[in-house]
């Protein structure tokens, strides 16, 4: 995805000098908010989260480019992967004049180890549209299976005719050794109070494994549409089918013992509503 050409500057032009001091005063859009007075410290993790500043949005591109291709075996799997998009997506971040709405925990000494973000998601997008912007044939396999993801919400959406800004989850990593420590729910907690504020009525997002599956649905997302990369055609090929083994070999390796399958062996559309989300992570931070 382009991240500079989704962001709509009606309303992220002010970001700066409306969100952060109002999040900082403990601001809260509905009566059943959880108000995080940021930036929120967790001591026992010695970690710290913020809104992210639009001056420091590079920053956090800079991490999950560094995440994302961070040794060979991830790089290989990365390249298939529907909603990271490696150097496509970096680069549409760290070039952003109008970077989207990004939270991240930070060690003491300021190092990012999770970050979540979220940006506007238009219906009249052409950036997966073959005609208005072709796609470049190492990027065809995700962007043909993210197209056959937003095609069926923008249907979904239409369908049941629901109203308002959509959000979309674009980009999300946190270390390993900070797994399961609820970051991630954290993060989506407070770019859901933001987003509901600025209009957004709904969230969806595309889960390429297991851990960004367990997360959207612990979060308070339900499925709405699964592609198997088993079965998964793009011009005649398969291009997911080595994707499982890749993804479970590198994580068993890099937590030094074999922990887990079948990581990737499917992609899922979560969704629900902007207060749903806020509901549910509310309840489960308690």
């Not at 009606?10 to 930036?39: C, D, T």
């Not at 299976?145 to 919400?153: E, N, P, R």
């Not at 993060?187 to 959207?216: D, M, P, Q, W």
């Amino acid at each position: 995805m382009c991240i500079r050409d989704s962001i709509n500057a009606e309303y992220m032009g002010n970001m700066s000098q409306f969100i952060l001091p109002a999040f900082r005063r403990g601001f809260s859009v509905l009566s059943h908010a959880k108000k995080l007075k940021l930036p929120y410290r967790i001591p026992e993790l010695k970690l710290t989260l913020d809104v992210v500043k639009p001056s420091e949005f590079n920053e956090v591109a800079t991490y999950m480019a560094k995440v994302f291709c961070r040794d060979e075996p991830k790089a290989k799997a990365i390249r298939a992967f529907p909603d990271d998009f490696k150097l496509l997506a970096m680069d549409g971040l760290k070039k952003s004049s109008n970077p989207c709405l990004s939270t991240a925990f930070k060690r003491d000494c300021g190092e990012i180890v999770s970050a979540l973000i979220i940006d506007h998601f238009p219906f009249q997008d052409k950036y997966f549209d073959r005609n208005a912007n072709p796609y470049h044939p190492k990027y065809e396999a995700p962007l043909t299976l993210a197209h056959k993801m937003k095609s069926f919400f923008r249907d979904y959406y239409h369908n049941n005719k629901l109203t308002g800004r959509v959000a979309r989850v674009s980009l999300g990593s946190t270390e390993d050794e900070f797994r399961g420590k609820n970051l991630a729910m954290f993060e989506l907690n407070i770019l859901a109070n933001i987003g509901i504020e600025y209009g957004f009525t709904h969230c969806f997002g595309e889960c390429s494994n297991v851990f960004s599956r367990k997360n959207a649905f612990d979060s308070g997302m339900k499925p709405l549409h699964t592609i198997d990369y088993d079965t998964f055609v793009v011009n005649g090929k398969k291009p997911y089918q080595d994707l499982n083994k890749l993804m479970t070999d590198h994580v068993n390796t890099r937590i030094g013992k074999k922990k887990y399958q079948n990581l990737a062996k499917e992609c899922t559309l979560m969704y629900a509503p902007m207060e749903d989300i806020l509901k549910v992570t509310n309840q489960q931070l308690k």
